[in-house]
């Protein structure tokens, strides 16, 4: 009897990936239905009733996983059992299809979905120690979102869910709908002739600038006026903002160094494609004010003379730079003024 009971531990070990006996062994998805439902009340709006009602529908699908895992097992060993359990109960569910969306007359929300559940590794699991990478993929794994994955392939670009974070993002890419407006080109792109991939280029167009699609050509190529006429680029390589977000933005490229319009800018849109240039706008500025901070006074009497000497052009102002400065930072520009 204990011999059969330690042969069922062992298997059941290499079967969850708890035990090592097994270094190639994957986490098995199960594929499942769940519906979740919640209704309208003085607590909750439209928006917030139906989010609560996909949380349920992904809790009550990997709580089916779980129970199918305690079907499927035959050996009861108390503790054991539970902890494989709660690796599927806590595991990733992906929306694979969603089977019914729909409000009744009563203000009640019902949300059914055919989802793939993975099972969670052991360091996921709650108390487990996760980097914020990991942290930040599987909070996109639950609910996908095109400006999560730019983000995160932006911050991340040589993590291990690449290759799925990339084929993520194509598919949400195909989502958004191809129509005239203005976008954010999020990364560079060309200008060509004809709606090709080998069509001749006009011009190129770097990450971060703001075009205007006059028409779609297609569900691939967007259409964008120029003087020579029609030019067509990719709408993989664009992202729609409004126009409210434009006008902001520009708003904040001609204020580029005042901190409280990127600062507005960022709590007026969170959710924007240009969300994380402006958070990128601010880091910059931010090193670069810590590092005038941090500059010595000496450093900043030197500066302060040198643009004096540069705006004046004066000689006398040049030398007086080189007799108290001998070896400064400007000391060879500094003999180019005569």
Same mark, same amino acid.
């Given at each position: 009897?204990?011999?059969?009971?330690?042969?069922? =531990?062992?298997?059941?070990?290499?079967?969850?990936?708890?035990?090592?006996?097994?270094?190639?062994? &994957?986490?098995?998805?199960?594929?499942?239905?769940?519906? #979740?439902?919640?209704?309208?009340?003085?607590?909750?709006?439209?928006?917030?009733?139906?989010?609560?009602? $996909?949380?349920?529908?992904?809790?009550?699908?990997?709580?089916?996983?779980?129970?199918?895992?305690?079907?499927?097992?035959?050996?009861?060993?108390?503790?054991?059992?539970?902890?494989?359990? &709660?690796?599927?109960?806590?595991?990733?569910?992906?929306?694979?299809?969603?089977?019914?969306?729909?409000?009744?007359?009563?203000?009640?929300?019902?949300?059914?979905?055919?989802?793939?559940?993975?099972?969670?590794?052991?360091?996921?699991?709650?108390? #487990?120690?996760?980097?914020? /990478?990991?942290?930040?993929?599987?909070?996109?794994?639950?609910?996908?979102?095109?400006? %999560?994955?730019?983000?995160?392939?932006?911050?991340?670009?040589?993590?291990?869910?690449?290759?799925?974070?990339?084929? =993520?993002?194509?598919?949400?890419?195909?989502?958004?709908?191809?129509?005239? !407006?203005?976008?954010?080109?999020?990364?560079?792109?060309?200008?060509?002739?004809?709606?090709?991939?080998?069509?001749?280029?006009?011009?190129?167009?770097?990450?971060?600038?703001?075009?205007?699609?006059?028409?779609?050509?297609?569900?691939?190529?967007?259409?964008?006026?120029?003087?020579?006429?029609?030019?067509?680029?990719?709408?993989?390589? =664009?992202?729609?903002?409004?126009? %409210?977000?434009?006008?902001?933005?520009?708003?904040?490229?001609?204020?580029?160094?005042?901190?409280?319009?990127?600062?507005?800018?960022?709590?007026?849109?969170?959710?924007?494609?240009?969300?994380?240039?402006?958070?990128?706008?601010?880091?910059?500025?931010?090193?670069?004010?810590?590092? /005038? /901070?941090?500059?010595?006074?000496?450093?900043?009497?030197?500066?302060?003379?040198?643009?004096?000497?540069?705006?004046?052009?004066?000689?006398?102002?040049? $030398?007086?730079?080189?007799?108290?400065?001998?070896? !400064?930072?400007?000391?060879?520009?500094?003999?180019?003024?005569?």
């Amino acid at each position: 009897m204990r011999l059969l009971i330690s042969a069922s =531990l062992v298997c059941l070990m290499a079967w969850s990936g708890i035990g090592h006996t097994n270094p190639a062994a &994957k986490e098995q998805p199960f594929i499942t239905e769940a519906e #979740g439902s919640a209704c309208m009340g003085d607590d909750k709006s439209r928006k917030q009733t139906e989010e609560v009602a $996909r949380n349920e529908a992904r809790r009550r699908a990997a709580e089916q996983a779980a129970t199918q895992v305690r079907s499927q097992s035959r050996v009861s060993i108390g503790t054991l059992e539970e902890d494989v359990i &709660k690796i599927i109960a806590t595991g990733k569910v992906r929306v694979i299809e969603v089977l019914n969306s729909k409000w009744d007359k009563d203000g009640c929300y019902s949300y059914r979905i055919r989802a793939e559940v993975t099972p969670a590794r052991p360091s996921e699991m709650a108390g #487990g120690a996760l980097s914020e /990478e990991d942290r930040l993929w599987a909070a996109i794994e639950d609910a996908p979102d095109l400006i %999560e994955v730019d983000g995160f392939l932006a911050r991340f670009p040589l993590n291990p869910n690449q290759t799925k974070a990339r084929a =993520l993002q194509s598919e949400l890419e195909a989502g958004y709908p191809r129509i005239a !407006g203005t976008y954010l080109v999020y990364r560079d792109t060309t200008l060509s002739l004809r709606p090709a991939a080998k069509a001749m280029v006009i011009s190129d167009v770097a990450q971060g600038e703001l075009v205007v699609v006059f028409k779609a050509h297609d569900a691939r190529w967007a259409i964008i006026k120029r003087d020579v006429g029609q030019l067509y680029t990719p709408f993989a390589d =664009l992202r729609p903002i409004t126009d %409210e977000e434009a006008a902001a933005w520009q708003r904040c490229i001609k204020n580029c160094k005042d901190v409280r319009a990127w600062q507005e800018f960022l709590q007026t849109y969170p959710r924007s494609h240009l969300t994380r240039l402006a958070k990128d706008r601010l880091t910059h500025m931010g090193n670069r004010l810590t590092h /005038e /901070e941090g500059m010595s006074s000496r450093d900043s009497e030197e500066i302060a003379l040198w643009n004096r000497c540069l705006k004046t052009r004066d000689l006398q102002c040049a $030398r007086e730079y080189r007799r108290r400065y001998p070896n !400064g930072k400007f000391e060879k520009e500094s003999w180019q003024i005569r």
